[in-house]
């Protein structure tokens, strides 16, 4: 039985004085939100949640937040425009991962952003990897660096919104709405919304839905989440854009200016052929 099949089983309809309802994957939901699930079934969207937390004893080929990639020992590291070297933000090693749709189930994904005050972002041409990178190694047989103090030693220009290194849990999961991704757009949700309760307590019902499904937090795939808007939605260029890669604040370990977001996005036609040259980066914060 999927998801929403559980609700669809159910023929007499949900009143406010019913008590609170187990869902399929385990949450507790109000009868108000249980109806409304089924309608938010046509936007869902996989994702794998990630839980991040601190951790120094690492391999150079685990995933992670932060601390030392795996590089291949003899290839040039990456840099910025003027030369400073990048430092790493995260490493997926799909075999370490659940399967995605799209993604690859072999290899490491990199991401590498500068130590300015825009972490290598470029408002103008926010797929110009000129102050970051995103690199994929299919196979990563070849001898590795071991000796990173050239990045030790390099002066920052500002600080990095990660201190140390994370290691990386990976959950299956689903996301059914955004309040902040243009591809679901604000009329959809408050028409979702309006229609499943009166305007009295429509907001408890957004706090609800925000709150057992949240676009927040580290992810791959699924919806994004922004403090801000979603650069995707004034470009044409970029409106086949999905999410690759989310990493959120955590503080204390993780902060994007002031407790910011971080997004990757990439063209699901580069995606599927493992082309990761024209990936829109983008960050910002409240």
Request: overall charge negative.
């Amino acid at each position: 039985m999927g998801f929403f099949d559980f609700f669809r089983s159910k023929q007499t309809p949900v009143t406010p004085e019913q008590a609170a309802v187990v869902l399929p994957d385990g949450k507790t939901a109000s009868p108000q939100l249980a109806a409304l699930l089924p309608r938010l079934e046509p936007f869902a969207l996989p994702c794998i949640r990630i839980k991040a937390t601190p951790a120094n004893s690492l391999t150079l080929t685990d995933a992670k937040f932060g601390g030392y990639p795996y590089w291949p020992a003899g290839k040039p590291y990456p840099a910025d425009s003027e030369g400073r070297y990048l430092y790493l933000l995260a490493q997926l090693n799909f075999a370490q991962i659940p399967k995605l749709e799209g993604y690859p189930d072999k290899g490491l994904l990199q991401f590498y952003i500068g130590a300015d005050d825009l972490y290598g972002m470029n408002f103008d041409a926010p797929t110009r990897q000129e102050d970051f990178r995103v690199v994929y190694f299919e196979d990563f047989d070849a001898a590795p660096i071991a000796d990173f103090s050239f990045l030790d030693v390099q002066e920052l220009e500002s600080g990095m919104p990660l201190k140390g290194s994370m290691q990386l849990a990976f959950a299956p999961g689903k996301d059914y709405f955004s309040f902040a991704d243009f591809r679901f757009s604000d009329e959809t949700a408050e028409s979702l919304i309006a229609d499943a309760e009166p305007v009295k307590g429509q907001h408890l019902l957004e706090e609800e839905l925000t709150r057992l499904y949240p676009d927040e937090g580290h992810k791959m795939g699924g919806y994004a989440y922004f403090t801000q808007t979603d650069p995707r939605q004034d470009d044409p260029a970029y409106d086949d854009y999905i999410l690759l890669l989310q990493v959120d604040s955590q503080l204390p370990d993780i902060c994007w200016g002031d407790a910011g977001v971080g997004n990757f996005f990439i063209h699901r036609a580069d995606l599927e052929r493992r082309d990761f040259s024209r990936v829109l980066y983008n960050w910002d914060c409240t």
